[in-house]
């Protein structure tokens, strides 16, 4: 069965530092896999998709960065954190044609001090 | 740019109630899924339901059921005999079936109360 993998699930960080979260699907080949980010009493906002390795497409223009260095990891990074990129941050993954839905991660709570 | 839209921020029913949630969406695509996603406190993310535009029946997960009404691009979800446990945040999800990428919408809180 497929499985996604999400961590470090807290994380509190100080402005001006990096950031790196890291997210892996098991099970699957190939899978479209997304970042979301859900500010506090707010819906989920689509940062970043990939359809492959090295293929990215950001939705927002930010502070932030996606990779993806295999098949089945995404990394979300940032090189300096600010204030306003505290949120709870989701990793998905779904099927080639995603019509079905996607499954999500656990979620990764950041909160930048 | 396809929209969805929750007007209900907050909503409340009792243990064993029916209660519906509204979700309406702006979209000029053909082909397209809709789907309500639960959040409980966990903040884990669930997939309750999903709707494909082209069929005219309405999806039916047990207790959980839509009303899909393509021409007013409405697409409630009724919970049935609610319980504890359906306490959670509920997000209505709009997918372009050309581009694969869900678009939600603000969310409503639900409380079940005993």
């Known amino acids: 069965s497929q499985t996604i993998h999400q961590w470090p699930a807290t994380l509190v960080q100080p402005v001006g530092s990096p950031l790196s979260l890291e997210c892996t699907v098991e099970?699957?080949?190939?899978?479209?896999l997304y970042w979301y980010r859900q500010a506090a009493g707010r819906g989920l906002q689509l940062l970043f998709y990939?359809?492959?390795?090295?293929?990215i497409s950001s939705e927002v223009p930010q502070n932030l960065s996606a990779s993806r260095p295999q098949d089945r990891q995404f990394i979300l990074s940032s090189k300096k954190l600010l204030l306003s990129d505290s949120g709870f941050y989701l990793c998905?993954?779904?099927?080639?044609?995603?019509?079905?839905?996607?499954?999500f991660g656990s979620g990764t709570r950041l909160t930048v001090v | 740019a396809q929209t969805v839209t929750q007007s209900q921020p907050e909503m409340s029913v009792q243990e064993a109630e029916t209660v519906t949630l509204s979700c309406t969406y702006d979209?000029?695509?053909?082909?397209?899924?809709l789907f309500w996603y639960k959040q409980p406190p966990s903040r884990q993310m669930i997939l309750v339901i999903r709707?494909?535009?082209?069929?005219?029946q309405n999806a039916t997960e047990n207790r959980f059921s839509v009303n899909f009404q393509k021409a007013a691009k409405s697409f409630s979800l009724k919970i049935s005999d609610s319980q504890l446990g359906d306490t959670a945040m509920y997000f209505c999800?709009?997918?372009?079936?050309?581009?694969?990428?869900?678009?939600f919408g603000t969310g409503t809180r639900l409380q079940v109360f005993p």
């Open positions: 999800a709009f997918m372009n079936g050309n581009t694969d990428k869900l678009i």
């Open positions: 990939s359809v492959g390795i090295g293929q």
């Open positions: 998905a993954w779904s099927v080639l044609t995603g019509d079905y839905g996607y499954t």
């Open positions: 979209t000029s695509e053909n082909n397209y899924y």
């Open positions: 709707q494909e535009a082209y069929k005219q």
């Open positions: 099970g699957t080949s190939n899978p479209n």
